[in-house]
């Protein structure tokens, strides 16, 4: 098949989002990663941002997926049949047929569980199956030149992983991933209101927490926010009233474990890398990089710029969209095209 041909589809397989790009069509798909199920029917009841919606408000019979965490398929049936749902609702199905795709993943993905991400995109029928850091794709997407000799640190924060990243020259130099993430964010407010004020709260409560009082750094109009939960003592509803100064701290904690592994890394970059990094600074991409403060945190602690990328959301597929160009001139020179068939064949250990 000629190559302008083939569908070129870039997806963003978070824990929180899942992202997808079409060629010639843009972002087709930005939803949660969440399914819900009813366990009578064996039927899909609902998916993405209308599964969400339905999060801890169902009842027994009603099961909530979540096919994908840091980064990793953890139900490989429920990650084939969300995203034939996805693009059976977006009438795109035959767009997988000898398709190129690129699959973004955290940084330390082992080989086994990459095999597992390229098996779900071959068994949807594509021809080509590229895996990506996620942070090398964000970094691109932020605008980044990763092609000269030129060190930049990249901090990708998402849903179940922080990926940190030094890249130069075209690729990633040094790469460390963590779990600690928005998820791990929303976790932390949980135990924080429950041990404060004895309030069992649920995953979107402490989601809407973060969004509207979480930051790093004090910012005028700081305010309160009621939350509404289950009191453990009585059982019984109870509102708690939580103030911004509150979830700073909570988030600053957790915040500090990315930090431990940004000053790692740093230690380990090579000297000339290391002059390039204090004169571009740090580049913030993800979810996370919208907190309030981000910036003001990392100045603070390194003394070095920070920036936060364009698209913090969205970056990784439109760097995907940007790689496209590279991918397609090594499908030209044959780079893909004996390894995809041989390894759609079989499942031994060999990586595109």
């Not at 919606?53 to 953890?74: A, C, F, Q, R, Y």
């Not at 005028?220 to 939350?227: A, D, I, L, W």
């Not at 003394?303 to 940007?322: N, R």
Request: glycine residues 8%; proline residues 3%; aromatic residues 6%.
């Amino acid at each position: 098949m000629k190559l302008e041909e083939r569908t070129f589809i870039a997806l963003d397989l978070g824990t929180s989002n899942i992202i997808a790009y079409v060629s010639k069509q843009g972002i087709v798909y930005n939803e949660p990663s969440i399914m819900a199920y009813d366990l009578v029917t064996n039927t899909l009841l609902a998916l993405g941002e209308e599964a969400y919606n339905m999060l801890g408000k169902t009842h027994e019979n009603i099961s909530m997926v979540v096919p994908i965490k840091d980064g990793v398929i953890t139900d490989l049936d429920a990650a084939k049949d969300m995203l034939k749902h996805v693009f059976g609702k977006l009438k795109m199905l035959n767009d997988w047929k000898n398709s190129v795709i690129l699959l973004a993943c955290p940084s330390e993905v082992t080989e086994l569980e990459r095999e597992a991400l390229k098996q779900v995109a071959y068994d949807m029928g594509a021809e080509i199956v590229i895996v990506e850091e996620e942070v090398k794709m964000a970094a691109i997407g932020a605008g980044i030149n990763i092609d000269i000799p030129k060190g930049n640190i990249v901090i990708d924060i998402g849903g179940g992983t922080s990926d940190i990243a030094i890249i130069s020259a075209g690729d990633i130099i040094i790469s460390r991933s963590i779990k600690v993430a928005g998820n791990a964010f929303n976790d932390e407010i949980k135990k924080y209101v429950r041990s404060e004020y004895n309030v069992t709260i649920g995953d979107r409560t402490a989601e809407n927490v973060k969004k509207e009082l979480g930051s790093l750094a004090k910012y005028k109009g700081e305010k309160t926010m009621s939350v509404f939960g289950r009191d453990i003592v009585s059982g019984l509803p109870k509102e708690a009233i939580i103030s911004s100064e509150e979830i700073r701290n909570v988030l600053v904690n957790a915040f500090s474990r990315i930090t431990d592994m940004v000053i790692e890394i740093m230690e380990n970059t090579p000297p000339e890398l290391a002059g390039d990094i204090i004169s571009n600074g740090f580049m913030l991409c993800g979810g996370g990089a919208l907190i309030r403060g981000i910036k003001e945190y990392f100045n603070g602690i390194f003394s070095i710029p920070c920036k936060i990328s364009p698209s913090p959301m969205t970056g990784v597929v439109e760097g995907a969209q940007i790689y496209q160009k590279v991918i397609n001139r090594r499908i030209e020179s044959g780079y893909y095209g004996k390894n995809a068939r041989d390894l759609r064949k079989s499942s031994q250990s060999q990586y595109i």
